[in-house]
């Protein structure tokens, strides 16, 4: 079976086109406003509008309000819910959507402890721990931290690019990856070139 991917912090609707086109699985858009991959909810609309049927639309928040979570459900289409800051299990699933937890990995990271208070969620976005820096980073973590057994689907992510994919995929076994700055031009600008390498990458491991 193929391992999923989700091409994250579209900024541009030709730049979604692209990654439809390269045929990934899902779409991340960023409603965190320090992040240069942020976008509002005017252009979040615009590039949901053009996503068809079977491809996800992510939104990621960091450390959101209740309130911001609800206005951009509201106003843009969106399929799954990512959480990527301290966010608590109960905050989490109060939205009545699915939704995955980011985890920045050190080598004390408890996963099954995690796993037990995001019980609900559709899987677990394994990252990069840099301090004060929640995902982005454009930097790998140790892969040897990545549990060979897991109660919820893990989704690698952190500075995956088209050269590494498959090891990643090899090492690892994820049931996704998530990647973001791999497949740039410049920041928040994607490359189709490197998106159709990344996948290409990506159907070798099937």
């Known amino acids: 079976m193929r391992t999923r991917v989700k091409i994250c912090g579209l900024t541009r609707t030709e730049d979604a086109q692209a990654v439809v086109n390269a ?3 899902a779409i991340g858009l960023v409603f965190y406003e320090p992040s240069p991959r942020y976008v509002d909810i005017n252009k979040a609309q ?6 068809p049927a079977f491809v996800t639309v992510t939104a990621l928040f960091v450390n959101p309000t209740v309130d911001y979570v ?4 509201s106003n843009v289409r969106i399929d799954l819910l990512q959480f990527h800051g301290a966010e608590s299990g109960e905050f989490c699933r109060q939205f009545g959507r699915n939704y995955i937890k980011a985890v920045p990995m050190k080598a004390d990271t408890d996963i099954d402890k995690i796993a037990d208070e995001f019980y609900d969620c559709s899987g677990l976005l394994l990252d990069t721990y840099k301090k004060g ?3 982005g980073t454009g930097e790998t973590f140790n892969w040897e ?3 060979q057994e897991c109660r919820k689907p893990i989704i690698l992510a952190g500075g995956l690019t088209p050269q590494n994919a498959a090891q990643a ?3 690892t076994s994820p049931w996704a990856l998530d990647v973001s700055g791999g497949v740039e031009a410049g920041k928040g600008i994607k490359s189709a070139e ?3 390498q990344f996948m290409q990458e990506v159907m070798r491991k099937v």
């Not at 609800?70 to 459900?73: I, K, R």
Request: net charge negative.
């Open 194 to 196: 490197k998106i159709t």
């Open 23 to 25: 045929g990934a699985d």
């Open 46 to 51: 615009e590039i949901a509008a053009g996503i």
């Open 133 to 135: 820096v929640p995902g």
């Open 145 to 147: 931290l990545v549990p």
């Open 169 to 171: 995929i090899a090492e």
């Open 70 to 73: 609800q206005q951009v459900l």
